[in-house]
């Protein structure tokens, strides 16, 4: 992205998990830091934390808005979507959401860099025009075998997620 849009931006956070006890994952640090950073550079960023509770932990979305108050970005620019339990849910549930509120711009994607391309297809599949949020430099995983994991499940997980909000959109589901 080049320059500052004067109208407000739309920054989607891909959420990641949380620990048992409430806080953030490095991952999630991650992401939140790298969409701090892009929203940065834009005149009203809208930042838009997504993601669930998963397997009775804390929802994702709300940690990740404190991660974004402590970085000094206030209660009006952001907007959580705290019901989302997976990738395509987090792209439906915030789609909702920015279309009931009117936004019709452009959407950034904040998330991993082997997350990030199945976020940008389905955003995209949803009726957005998306803008890549730069992903953190520092690999989701430490451990190489654990990097390809997450890195191979993305190769079903994409064009599953692609078919489903394609049956969706068919059904119903709105898009710009």
């Known amino acids: 992205m080049t320059g500052r849009p004067d109208a407000p931006f739309a920054i989607v956070i891909f959420g990641a998990a949380v620990r048992p006890?409430?806080?953030?994952?490095?991952t999630l640090r991650r992401r939140v830091a790298a969409a701090v950073a892009f929203g940065r550079m834009c005149a009203a960023p809208l930042f838009v934390p997504t993601g669930g509770s998963l397997d009775g932990r804390p929802a994702e979305a709300p940690v990740m808005a404190d991660l974004l108050r402590r970085a000094g970005i206030p209660d009006t620019a952001i907007m959580i979507e705290a019901t989302a339990r997976d990738t395509l849910d987090s792209v439906l549930a915030c789609s909702a959401?920015?279309?009931a509120r009117g936004y019709r711009g452009p959407v950034a994607v904040a998330s991993s860099a082997y997350h990030l391309p199945r976020c940008l297809v389905l955003m995209r599949l949803a009726?957005?025009?998306v803008v890549r949020v730069p992903p953190p430099p520092v690999p989701a995983a430490r451990r190489l075998a654990r990097r390809w994991f997450w890195r191979l499940r993305e190769v079903p997980a994409?064009?599953?997620d692609a078919l489903l909000l394609l049956c969706r959109r068919r059904d119903g589901v709105p898009r710009d």
């Open 21 to 26: 006890d409430g806080t953030p994952t490095p």
């Open 97 to 99: 959401l920015l279309r």
């Open 127 to 129: 009726g957005w025009r």
């Open 158 to 160: 994409l064009p599953w």
